[in-house]
């Protein structure tokens, strides 16, 4: 499997990116993991994993965005985590399983059922949140450096 596996069965489609994108993109990640680091005290375990969560698809949308790709509008979570190893690493499919486990996980707590997240899955993902973020971030230098103009 490749992104273009993905783009031919329509599951991703082709779209320049630009440094503006990518900035904002990175702005909304750190935004999240800056007001869950803050908010722990404040907030339910499921609503901080929800906003890890996101956080961390948009660590993901980043770096699918740094190929020419999005995900096409159904399932975009699913398939945006899905090209993680794809992007960054074919070892790091363990990443990827990681957090489609916690995107099923989000969708209970958005959808379903409240107090299922407990405070050790909320820690566990706030510390692959916060070592995701430095990783994407050096792997864009390492290779996007054009995209990454704005800092």
């Keep these: 499997m490749s992104l273009k596996s993905f783009f031919n069965e329509k599951k991703l489609k082709a779209q320049k990116t630009s440094a503006s994108e ?8 750190k ?3 800056t007001d869950a680091t803050k908010a722990k005290a404040l907030l339910s375990s499921d609503c901080l994993f929800s906003i890890l969560y996101n956080s961390s698809l948009k660590l993901c949308t980043i770096l699918l965005r740094s190929q020419g790709y999005r995900a096409g509008s159904l399932g975009h979570h699913k398939i945006t985590i899905e090209c993680l190893p794809f992007v960054l690493d074919k070892n790091k499919a363990k990443y990827a399983k990681y957090l489609d486990t916690c995107r099923v996980k989000r969708n209970k707590v958005e959808y379903d059922k409240a107090g299922i997240i407990t405070d050790e899955e909320v820690e566990e993902l706030l510390e692959f949140t916060q070592s995701f ?3 994407v971030e050096q792997w864009m230098y390492a290779n996007h450096r054009e995209l990454m103009d704005f800092k």
């Design 22 to 29: 990518i900035r904002d993109l990175f702005g909304v990640a």
């Design 133 to 135: 973020l430095n990783e």
């Design 31 to 33: 935004r999240d993991l």
